[in-house]
DNA sequence: AATACAAAAGTAACAAAGTTGCAGTTGAGC
DNA sequence: GCTCAACTGCAACTTTGTTACTTTTGTATT
């Protein structure tokens, strides 16, 4: 039975990446990670020491290899989330809602609500889109 | 017959600001752009010496009085655009998809196309929705 | 039209987020 | 166990935006 750290090195493999303690490390906080996280979140969650320039470029070669989504905010901020099993670089299956708590400020990849289509007057062509929600989500939900 | 300079004293006053040099320069550049603008776009654009702790400032204020809208960008910028006519601090009517081109870069409202809702999970209650498309927009379509 | 006062502007200093260039290190295939 | 491109780490920098404080100004009132 594979362990996380068997399915981390083959991850980072088979997205033609080299194993090194950074990618695996920033690799494992965002899969653990129920949502969304910018980069100083993740620098935080981070082993002492680690460079926040390689962070960085780690993101962006993640992000080319199709192993993580920026997630959009309505704020400044870049989020990022871990790939559902299916994306690659070619192939982005990155067509569900996003959630954003306006108490926790969690964003939550709501994987089982798919973005509806819109149509758009002629001569506007669709490449992808993003649809972001904000309230409140379960956690802060006042009680009843 | 209300000239420009005429409406945009009277959308200042109409919403509890006052008339400034600064206010009236910033309004009358998002009014007068085609699409959404970040905050060093309007610099680039107002009169040479404003200052740009001013500009944030009355970019907030006006945000605040519901005189233009925070629209989401892909990336880690934030944009303006002018509200349409109904807009008021107590209700916004921000209710339209926005689509960036990814050649062009520019951001429109497409205030036509109102953003279809979706059905979360139970215990997510939604306040506001944001829709985000990403493509080719007219400009900037290959030549047939 | 002079006054008063809050609202707005200006100035300086700072902070967060992210980038660039370059030198050194290391993973992975041969 | 060599080789080399891929990756890391450091320094310095840019962009975007903020905070604290002082000065100026728009507007309502007399």
Chains 1, 2 share one sequence.
Do not use: W
């Not at 926040?52 to 959009?72: A, N, P």
């Amino acid at each position: 039975m594979p362990t996380s750290a068997d399915r981390l090195v083959r991850t980072l493999s088979q997205h033609g990446l080299r194993q090194t303690p950074v990618r695996r490390s920033v690799l494992q906080v965002l899969a653990d990670a129920a949502f969304a996280l910018s980069g100083s979140e993740i620098e935080q969650q981070l082993p002492a020491g680690t460079d926040r320039i390689t962070l960085y470029r780690t993101l962006k070669s993640f992000e080319e290899s199709g192993l993580i989504h920026r997630v959009i905010d309505s704020t400044d901020v870049v989020r990022y989330a871990a790939c559902s099993i299916e994306c690659s670089a070619e192939a982005h299956f990155d067509n569900h809602v996003h959630f954003k708590c306006t108490i926790c400020q969690h964003i939550y990849c709501l994987n089982q609500v798919a973005i509806p289509t819109v149509t758009l007057p002629a001569q506007f062509q669709v490449v992808s889109r993003d649809y972001l929600l904000a309230g409140v989500c379960r956690e802060c939900q006042p009680a009843v």
